[in-house]
């Protein structure tokens, strides 16, 4: 039999930092938050390979006196919480008492610092040990200094990257606390190189400015909203029409902690659902500020997770907030010209279309037009029975309709027009409460998870509400028996594992009614015609004409323009006609 065995101190904090440290960038996060929790005004990382030889972080917060250094390297020692109530407002980045032993455990580490009141004290530990203990000068603050990472637990250093790769991510983390906290100066050195240098600022604008980007400022609508109790969301959301291919601009603060929220990014997610196109990715820098007994920080020691009290509040405030602003930011067809100027005063022209269907439709005199693609002379009276979207000439690329009307020529993205003539159609007979739907002469049954076969059994009734009737089968199976005439010819499979995961995302059945309009959308990307599907002229001329009595037919589902007008006197212009 195997007794049991109490684990010594530096095996038992190398378990620890196992979840803690896992890079040179986890370090350097636990440093600085370490940094912005001591007041610090400035804060300067400097990293030698990739931060696996030696990591420095120096900042000028309130320091620590020679008693507390010991301390401050032992597990379960923080300045930042006394008992557990204080575990239910944790308003400091770090409150768990563990970085800094977890760090020693697996690197060399030295601490020097002074709260200014002292000379300087410093403490350097390695493998658990206190190898030296003493006075040290040093200005007011700490610095904190880790090399040799992993020295003492070779397979871990097997799994980092190259150092550049690590600088890389090292780079990331000190971009996304820098994010969180503008009025805070930052550098980075790799080497002997400068990677960032951001001055502190009372306007978290022109930190966000020179994070991102100024493009990304001159591409996103501002965000202030309040409600949901005492919360507020401020920050920017980029344009429907500027996206990513990655999700690697988008930036969540709760409190001025980056986190990685699977209810926020939901709501972040649908609220741009109906105006992004697939596949892309939103760019957003957004702060949630609410009174900290309403989340729980203590859930994970890396703190990127944390626990809303009332999730589903915090989760429909934030949908509401930027569903209203998304719904509003036209996308254009070109970009706006960047103005980013100081201060609040950003405001951004409004963007346009290259000209609305409404308008299009509502008698198009050419006159208070504005653009170069609006400039088209007046048409002539008696052309007045050519419909607003012409008659199709052709197909371009199977992806474009080409088709002349009065002003020249239109040019339709048929998969965006189809999906929001589809989308449009759904909502309609949702709406009425009579989804037309047909039964499927093959059933299609496949497997799930059982979670989500458990999902498809509650939420049955709203499927059946979706138009879709989707059985269990057995306990990680179910099968699709009807859908929606008008998907008839999607793929019912993943047509219902879309349903089904989102579903999973957001449950209840008051959710998924008050998401229909969400749901009704990512179902019509289902149905609709693909790109390179060859359409008759007979079929190009129905989806135009169906594309004139949509509404909102000038826009896909995403965002994306669904056409585009480009006038005679524009071509003129282009081949230099009549100069
Ligand atoms: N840069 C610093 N300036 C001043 N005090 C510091 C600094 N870094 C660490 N400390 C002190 O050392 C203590 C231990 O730091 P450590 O990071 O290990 O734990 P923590 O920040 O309290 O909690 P967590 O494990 O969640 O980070 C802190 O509570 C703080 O009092
Ligand atoms: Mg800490």
Redo the contacts with the bound molecule.
């Keep these: 039999m195997t007794r049991i065995r109490r684990l010594s101190a530096l095996v038992a904090n190398q378990i620890a930092a196992g979840e803690?440290v896992e890079r040179p960038a986890s370090i350097v996060k636990?440093?600085i938050?370490?940094?912005l929790?001591?007041g610090?005004r400035s804060v300067r990382v400097a990293i030698e390979q990739g931060g696996v030889k030696r990591i420095v972080?120096q900042?000028d917060?309130?320091?620590?006196s020679a008693e507390?250094l010991p301390?401050?390297?032992s597990r379960f020692?923080?300045?930042?919480i006394t008992e557990a109530q204080d575990l239910e407002r944790v308003a400091?980045?770090?409150?768990?008492?563990?970085?800094?032993?977890s760090i020693a455990s697996v690197a060399r580490l030295a601490?020097t610092?002074s709260t200014g009141s002292d000379a300087g004290a410093t403490l350097v530990v390695a493998g658990g040990e206190e190898v030296r203990n003493g006075p040290a000068p040093h200005p007011p603050?700490?610095t904190?200094e880790v090399s040799d990472l992993f020295y003492n637990t070779p397979v871990r250093r097997k799994f980092l990257k190259s150092d550049r790769t690590e600088a890389g991510h090292v780079s990331d983390v000190v971009r996304r606390l820098a994010l969180g906290h503008p009025t805070v100066a930052f550098e980075l050195k790799h080497g002997a190189r400068v990677i960032e240098r951001l001055p502190g600022t009372p306007d978290a604008g022109a930190r966000v400015a020179r994070v991102m980007g100024d493009e990304f400022l001159a591409q996103a609508v501002p965000v202030e909203a309040s409600g949901a109790g005492d919360a507020r969301l401020h920050g920017w959301v980029g344009l429907p029409t500027y996206t990513r291919a990655q999700a690697t601009g988008q930036f969540f603060f709760v409190n001025g902690r980056a986190v990685k929220d699977r209810l926020v990014g939901h709501a972040v997610r649908q609220a741009y659902r109906d105006v992004l196109f697939h596949g892309r990715h939103p760019v957003f820098v957004l702060f949630l500020e609410l009174d900290p007994a309403g989340i729980d920080v203590n859930v994970h020691p890396t703190?990127h997770e944390i626990r809303f009290r009332d999730g589903r509040r915090v989760h429909d405030f934030v949908f509401a907030s930027l569903n209203r602003l998304l719904r509003e930011a036209r996308p254009g067809v070109e970009p706006a010209p960047v103005q980013y100027g100081t201060g609040s005063a950003r405001e951004r022209p409004a963007l346009q279309t290259s000209m609305s269907l409404a308008e299009l439709i509502a008698g198009e005199r050419g006159d208070g037009a504005q653009g170069s693609r609006m400039e088209a002379p007046a048409p002539a009276a008696e052309e007045g029975d050519t419909p607003p979207l012409g008659y199709a000439l052709a197909q371009l690329h199977g992806a474009y309709v080409l088709s002349q009307n009065r002003e020249g020529l239109v040019v339709v993205d048929m998969h965006a027009a189809h999906e929001r003539i589809t989308y449009e159609k759904l909502k309609a007979d949702y709406q009425a409460g009579a989804m037309v739907a047909q039964r499927l002469l093959v059933p299609v049954s496949f497997d799930v998870t059982p979670r989500e076969a458990d999902l498809a059994e509650t939420h049955a009734d709203a499927l059946e509400t979706l138009g879709l009737v989707v059985e269990r089968q057995g306990p990680r199976s179910v099968v699709v028996r009807q859908v929606p005439s008008l998907l008839a010819n999607a793929d019912a499979e993943s047509l219902a594992r879309d349903l089904l995961s989102e579903f999973a995302e957001f449950g209840s059945s008051d959710a998924i009614r008050a998401r229909s309009e969400e749901l009704l959308a990512s179902m019509a990307c289902h149905g609709s015609v693909r790109a390179n599907r060859a359409m008759t002229v007979p079929e190009m001329n129905a989806l135009l004409r169906e594309m004139e009595t949509t509404p909102n037919g000038g826009q896909c589902n995403h965002g994306r323009p669904t056409f585009l007008v480009q006038s005679l006197a524009e071509f003129d212009r282009l081949f230099l006609r009549g100069r």
């Design positions: 803690v636990e440093l938050e370490n940094s929790d001591a610090a972080v900042d917060g309130h320091g620590m507390d301390l401050a390297v020692a923080t300045s930042k400091t980045m770090g409150f768990r008492g563990e970085a800094l032993a601490i610092a603050g700490a904190v703190k």
